[in-house]
């Protein structure tokens, strides 16, 4: 299964003032995704943003307010949302830094009161807010005009069982205290975006080669009965069919995978490898 990854171009928008300025928040790095949007389900992956205020006129800071939706547009799960901001941002002097969560549940009107952490998407149809908000009442304070680092990382888990489903983020604006912008008396600057950016789930974890999904990255004899009742005895499918493609044949050779792709050659790989002179399995997809 190909990985759908959706990227669109944001626009910049000033209010007031009438300058020109060049800023943008994005997503710097996520942990435990490959291919750029794969995540490795069953883990935990932190996605990390980057403020750039490179652009901005010479000799002002500002004021920030900033909302981050996670949801999903098929179902996918995850236990819990946490937001963090990094130590560039907080050591601005701000008076008040807030890492505020909103929940909107099942898709309801409205977002609930803020909290620790952002709920678990226990109907498929939640979202949660992560909200990143400086305030400074020193005059001059803030997000000044030259910052380019790493503010806030986001935390939330993926379950295997969602394979193939996604995990969005994109801007929210709708929670309490999400305006997108970065304030001073002059004026407001709207920093640019690259749109919602979506992950697909996927099953396999680390290595190939946990057929019979009982977890860990090392394959025991197990996994090959595993696979021999399902090719030869009518056993059901394994859990996961990019853990039973060891030989990488649907993944690489004949996209997209699928269970015909699963053959005695993934049998022999995995004997090879518990039995014979194969050192390393391939890394999951």
């Known amino acids: 299964m190909k990985a759908a990854s959706f990227l669109t171009i944001g626009c910049l928008a000033l209010i007031a003032a009438s300058v020109s300025a060049q800023t943008s928040?994005?997503?710097?790095?996520?942990?435990?995704?490959?291919?750029?949007?794969?995540?490795?389900g069953g883990l935990t992956h932190a996605l990390t943003l980057r403020y750039n205020a490179a652009g901005a006129p010479p000799g002002r800071s500002y004021l920030t307010a900033n909302g981050?939706?996670?949801?999903?547009?098929?179902?996918?799960?995850?236990?819990?949302?946490?937001?963090?901001?990094?130590?560039?941002?907080?050591?601005?002097?701000?008076?008040?830094?807030?890492?505020?969560?909103?929940?909107?549940?099942?898709?309801?009107?409205?977002?609930?009161f803020p909290q620790p952490t952002g709920g678990g998407n226990t109907t498929g149809q939640d979202t949660v807010v992560v909200v990143l908000a400086g305030v400074n009442s020193a005059p001059g304070g803030g997000l000044p005009a030259g910052f380019n680092n790493l503010t806030?990382?986001?935390?939330?888990?993926?379950?295997?069982d969602d394979n193939g489903r996604h995990i969005?983020?994109?801007?929210?604006?709708?929670?309490?205290?999400?305006?997108?912008?970065?304030?001073?008396?002059?004026?407001?600057?709207?920093?640019t975006w690259g749109g919602v950016r979506c992950f697909v789930v996927n099953c396999c974890s680390g290595q190939v080669g946990d057929a019979n999904g009982i977890g860990g990255d090392e394959p025991t004899i197990g996994d090959i009965t595993t696979l021999i009742g399902f090719l030869f005895l009518g056993e059901p499918?394994?859990?996961?069919?990019?853990?039973?493609d060891v030989n990488l044949s649907g993944t690489l050779l004949d996209p997209p995978l699928d269970w015909d792709d699963v053959s005695i050659g993934d049998i022999t790989v995995l004997i090879d490898y518990l039995f014979g002179e194969l050192d390393v399995l391939p890394s999951c997809p």
């Open 25 to 40: 928040i994005t997503i710097h790095s996520i942990t435990n995704v490959s291919h750029d949007s794969i995540l490795a």
């Open 152 to 160: 806030l990382t986001i935390e939330f888990s993926s379950d295997p």
């Open 68 to 112: 981050f939706k996670i949801y999903s547009p098929d179902g996918a799960d995850w236990v819990s949302v946490q937001g963090t901001a990094m130590g560039a941002f907080t050591g601005l002097g701000w008076h008040q830094v807030f890492v505020n969560h909103f929940n909107k549940i099942g898709g309801g009107a409205g977002y609930g």
């Open 168 to 191: 969005c983020i994109d801007t929210c604006q709708a929670a309490p205290g999400a305006a997108w912008e970065w304030a001073n008396p002059d004026g407001l600057i709207e920093p």
């Open 237 to 244: 499918e394994p859990p996961c069919i990019a853990e039973c």
